[in-house]
């Protein structure tokens, strides 16, 4: 048994490597030993405000510091892999911020980096761990819904395009838009909720025409308005198809002419389940299910459920993976799942085909 706290290493001083990692792994008593980002001005304020005794610009630095076993990675997709795989070969367990990366070979190669080294790899799907989440989960799990045959989810920002001009808006540095950054947490989340079964076709639909008209700007991003490119998506709708024929479908927007909303769905054979309004300070989570022949609702209890935020239990969950204490919760396999399919849906916009995954 060691003797010595766990020591944890930050790459990526922005946004989630603040307001995530940081008070994360503090919460689980991981030691930080150092931060890291190339705004090295960034790297040394964070370093000062938490108390964090070193500082660096390049993440190999930090890579090469011998006491830090863990390391989270809140970097631009497009770094996500390669600095993950450095991290794997020097050593470290990795907690890589979602998307895994942003394609399917890349996750393949961290996978590889993960088995060769005997190290952790886990993807920062937080909402896996949100108190309605987890009941879902029981509840899909215990069978009392029959076979779900559609899983329908939304999330609608009316103004949310984060960090216009920063990479989140650059495809080279995100992947995609709307759909990698907000898509892809809803896409883990049903597979999650349903077990990651097997997505045979997909079919998906992209538009960015709101954020070229510079519409919708807000929320999400340290680094905003820089050099104004924006070349990826701002709405991205998608329909799945699983391998016993059920449906699920995706609708994501930073920008909408519309109503914000935000629901996820699941019909089935033998009940449903409804949460929305998520983001708001009163979610709301009903199942339904018949008697008698006719449809009636409740609302599940959550209160055996944590109610602390998902960030948090995230790291804890991953951090409990690295001692030893858990299984780990979000496998690299599965994040590697949800990039595939992120791929696909974006194949599927550009030829204006269904794609079959074999
Ligand atoms: N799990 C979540 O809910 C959640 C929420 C927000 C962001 N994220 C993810 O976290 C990642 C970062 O997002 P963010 O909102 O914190 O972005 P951000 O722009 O606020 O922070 C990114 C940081 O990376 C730094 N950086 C860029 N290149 C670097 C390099 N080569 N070496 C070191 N530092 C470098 C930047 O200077 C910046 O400080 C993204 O992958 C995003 O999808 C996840």
Redesign the pocket.
């Known amino acids: 048994m060691s003797t010595h706290p766990l020591r944890a290493g930050v790459?990526?001083?922005?946004?989630?490597?603040?307001?995530?990692h940081i008070p994360g792994f503090q919460a689980a008593g991981v030691e930080i030993a150092a931060v890291?980002?190339?705004?090295f001005a960034?790297a040394q304020e964070v370093a000062h405000k938490f108390n964090i005794p070193k500082a660096f610009?390049?993440?190999r630095q930090l890579l090469a510091q011998p006491e830090i076993e863990v390391v989270s990675v809140?970097?631009?997709?497009a770094?996500?892999a390669s600095?993950t795989i450095d991290a794997l070969n020097a050593g470290k367990h990795v907690l890589c911020?979602?998307?895994m990366t942003t394609s399917g070979a890349w996750a393949e190669a961290m996978i590889a980096a993960a088995k060769k080294n005997g190290r952790l790899l886990s993807v920062?799907?937080?909402?896996r761990f949100d108190r309605t989440a987890r009941a879902m989960r029981d509840i899909v799990a215990s069978g009392c819904l029959g076979r779900v045959y559609l899983a329908e989810s939304k999330w609608i920002r009316q103004q949310g395009i984060?960090?216009f001009g920063?990479?989140?808006t650059n495809k080279d540095l995100?992947g995609g838009g709307a759909l990698?950054?907000i898509g892809v947490?809803l896409l883990d989340l049903i597979l999650h909720l349903l077990d990651f079964p097997e997505v045979v076709a997909v079919k998906g639909f992209l538009s960015g025409e709101l954020g070229k008209q510079k519409i919708g700007l807000g929320g999400?991003?340290?680094?905003r308005f820089t050099d104004g490119r924006f070349d990826v998506d701002d709405t991205a709708f998608a329909v799945l198809t699983l391998k016993d024929g059920a449906q699920i479908r995706l609708l994501v927007t930073w920008a909408a002419f519309g109503p914000p909303e935000d629901r996820v769905t699941l019909y089935g054979t033998q009940g449903g389940l409804d949460r929305s309004n998520f983001f708001s300070d009163s979610p709301s989570l009903k199942r339904y299910w018949a008697h008698e022949g006719r449809i009636v609702a409740d609302e599940p209890d959550l209160s055996p459920y944590p109610n602390e935020r998902a960030?948090i239990q995230?790291v804890d969950a991953f951090i409990k993976a690295v001692r030893g204490e858990a299984p780990l919760v979000v496998l690299p396999e599965q994040a590697l799942q949800v990039v595939r399919i992120l791929e696909a849906i974006a194949a599927s916009a550009a030829s204006g085909r269904e794609v079959v995954l074999t």
């Open positions: 790459i990526g001083a922005g946004a989630i490597g603040q307001q995530g890291c980002d190339s705004n960034r610009a390049d993440y809140g970097l631009p997709n770094l996500h600095v911020e979602k998307p920062n799907q937080h909402m984060p960090g920063s990479w989140f995100a990698y950054d947490h999400w991003g340290a680094d960030w995230a």
